[in-house]
């Protein structure tokens, strides 16, 4: 994370923040993951769920406690772009690194002890029950070669699964990598603090991968020269947000193309204080969520960059999980017209009375008389916005609301003590994977910019708490603790998806029937690409993949890198023919080959994307303003421009020059990822 203007420094540590630009080229993942919650298996091939046994001190006394674990099977045929093996140990070091310097992140504090049963066969056993966290913080964490980092930072695991680092003075977040060694599919050329030229491997496990054979990295002054860049059409690929999306577009229709995407996101919410009279009536709270004009919000508001969101706290690419009674419920609830009748009609049920525009509770308090407020942070234009206009459409209901616009400091600490009646908010969920399990419980306990403190609803509590308590009012009894559904889930991904998503169905409709929390509508990614010079862009026709930047673990620099082409007519790696799989829908095949250019006989689709086999220019959808990404083509050779406008801009731009004949050396892509604090991205994304 750099601010605008900073220049490269030659560092290619796995575990720094500069990396995270490059890194899916470089170090590899056992497996690749989706935000939305699909996996496609890389360095493993296969992994169980198994339970196994923690070896834990006692009295002086190791002794074996039952614990789950996971049981990973490893790619065979795969070598570090030094030659070395890929194999257990590589894997056992890559983990085990991450456990002896817990400030590294990923599964390192989740993991109690690892074994390697043979060299393409690893045990990792876990402290916690968390599986999805679990398994997802292990297949991201990044491979790296034992004998290079090794060499430098040694390890000893002790009999109870302990690591100890032998290298006592030295800090491997503070190491500055200069000669990275990966199993990537590219390796550093050269570097200065203006240019990172990469090339490609020539003995890359994948068969004839990769097809861009240059990538450049050179650092970009701004943001603001980025988007006066890409209105000139200098770029081939971009994820820029502008509101001149569309001038750009104009300029060069054939190519100059853009889209959205909010497969990967979770939607904007309005916090209700369920904690404060009269908004402890569930029926106020879904009554303020049917006189919200969504449409208004997507269209007036956020300019059509955004996606409408039913009733529940779910990213778009996972609402294809829910059946057909559970969505309809949630639409019902958040439609994207005001339902003004529909909303008074439902709160005339549960004993309130509406009179000549006068609302009274069903105590006889007139609360027309009564003013209440939406807080949200300044400096989002957006959400002051979205404030402004719920504030206004509340009256439809005989609710007085005024919309109060506070200083960050301010918004979060009433946020934080629940001195507040309604506020706007981004969703909750600060891990990396938006599966739906993640997102219920980062509002079962307070995720997000809570983590680790007060919840958003105050005094430890969050809206989910008065859910559970309304459950047992209603007697409810099948359901008295829904918080524990969310760990049932997390623990039936690894192992049973069927089971998963019918646990989904269940939050969901209980979210729907409870309201604690009103979704708004769904923030997008937006991106730009030229057509012209490169085949292969993800399009709602021709999608394989999140089309957007993807947090940490980048997914998208080498899934793109390993995709895009200047030639027609050559064939598809696998991924492309599944947009939206379960562990258990990947091809047999894929597990015992290292070619991705496999048949696939089985096309899996979502409502929300469209699987075809046929390559197309249509567009498909994604926007951030934190991260930004862009391509600049300059006759011979495609530039990429990485821009984040934030407080705290990173832009960096790509050129990229393929090995094809003289005939396509005309420019090819590869994109580029910065991972920016959740609460300065969620407030500067409009």
């Not at 490893?74 to 983990?95: I, K, Q």
């Not at 030229?530 to 399009?539: D, M």
Request: glycine share 4%.
């Amino acid at each position: 994370m750099f601010t605008t203007g900073e220049t490269w420094e030659d560092d290619f540590n796995p575990w720094t923040a500069q990396v995270t630009t490059w890194d899916g080229l470089i170090f590899e993942r056992l497996a690749y993951v989706t935000p939305t919650g699909q996996i496609i298996p890389w360095l493993a091939t296969n992994w169980t769920l198994v339970t196994s046994y923690a070896l834990v001190n006692r009295s002086g006394t190791i002794v074996k406690v039952p614990a789950p674990a996971i049981i990973f099977w490893l790619r065979h045929n795969v070598t570090f772009s030094n030659g070395d093996p890929f194999n257990a140990t590589a894997v056992w070091y890559s983990l085990a690194i991450t456990k002896a310097y817990p400030a590294l992140g990923y599964a390192g504090p989740l993991i109690a002890n690892i074994s390697i049963i043979n060299p393409y066969e690893i045990e990792v056993v876990y402290d916690s029950n968390n599986t999805i966290l679990d398994l997802f913080d292990t297949l991201i964490s990044p491979e790296v070669d034992p004998k290079v980092v090794g060499s430098i930072f040694p390890l000893e695991q002790l009999p109870n699964g302990t690591v100890v680092p032998l290298n006592k003075t030295g800090n491997p977040a503070a190491w500055p990598d200069l000669n990275p060694v990966g199993t990537g599919p590219y390796v550093v050329y050269s570097f200065s603090s203006q240019m990172v030229i990469f090339k490609a491997r020539s003995n890359y496990w994948m068969p004839g991968e990769p097809r861009i054979e240059t990538i450049y990295f050179p650092a970009y002054p701004s943001a603001t020269v980025a988007v006066e860049n890409l209105l000139e059409g200098q770029f081939t690929w971009a994820t820029l947000f502008t509101t001149n999306i569309t001038i750009y577009h104009a300029k060069n229709p054939a190519c100059y193309q853009y889209g959205l995407d909010s497969n990967n996101t979770a939607p904007d919410m309005l916090i209700i204080n369920d904690l404060k009279w009269p908004f402890n009536y569930t029926a106020l709270r879904q009554a303020i969520s049917m006189v919200i004009n969504r449409t208004y919000l997507i269209n007036d508001i956020y300019a059509g960059l955004a996606f409408y969101s039913p009733a529940v706290p779910m990213a778009p690419g996972t609402l294809y999980m829910l059946n057909s009674t559970v969505l309809s419920m949630a639409e019902e609830l958040a439609p994207r017209e005001p339902n003004v009748s529909g909303a008074i009609q439902l709160l005339e049920s549960a004993g309130f009375k509406y009179v000549n525009g006068q609302l009274y509770a069903p105590n006889g308090t007139d609360l027309s008389t009564m003013t209440f407020t939406i807080i949200a942070p300044s400096g989002s234009t957006g959400y002051d916005a979205e404030a402004t206009a719920i504030a206004e459409e509340l009256k439809a209901i005989g609710l007085n609301v005024e919309p109060l616009t506070l200083p960050w400091g301010e918004w979060s600490t009433s946020m934080k003590t629940a001195d507040f009646d309604m506020g706007i908010i981004w969703d909750l969920d600060t891990s990396p994977l938006w599966v739906p399990s993640t997102i219920f419980e980062s509002y079962y306990y307070g995720w997000g910019p809570y983590h680790n403190e007060t919840p958003p609803i105050g005094k430890g509590e969050t809206s989910w708490t008065f859910a559970q308590n309304e459950i047992e009012r209603l007697n409810l009894s099948q359901y008295p603790q829904l918080p524990e559904l969310v760990h049932e889930a997390n623990y039936y991904y690894a192992v049973n998806y069927t089971k998963y998503e019918q646990i989904i169905n269940t939050l969901a409709y209980w979210w729907a029937k409870l309201m604690p929390a009103v979704p708004t509508v769904d923030a997008v990614d937006v991106y730009e690409y030229n057509n012209c010079t490169v085949e292969g862009w993800p399009t709602p026709s021709h999608y394989y993949w999140i089309a957007s930047i993807i947090e940490d673990h980048n997914i998208l620099p080498v899934v793109l890198a390993l995709k895009l082409s200047n030639e027609s007519g050559l064939p598809e790696p696998w991924w492309y023919y599944i947009q939206a799989f379960t562990p258990q829908q990947v091809p047999e095949q894929w597990k015992v080959s290292n070619d991705p250019f496999i048949t696939v006989t089985t096309v899996t689709t979502t409502p929300v994307t469209t699987t075809t086999t046929t390559s197309t220019t249509t567009t498909t959808t994604t926007l951030s303003t934190t991260h930004v990404t862009s391509v600049t083509s300059v006759s011979t050779a495609v530039s990429t421009t990485t821009v984040t406008s934030t407080g705290t801009t990173t832009v960096t731009k790509t050129i990229t020059v393929t090995k094809a004949s003289a005939a396509y050396i005309a420019a090819a892509v590869v994109i580029t990822a910065i991972v920016v604090g959740l609460v300065v991205w969620a407030l500067m994304r409009r």
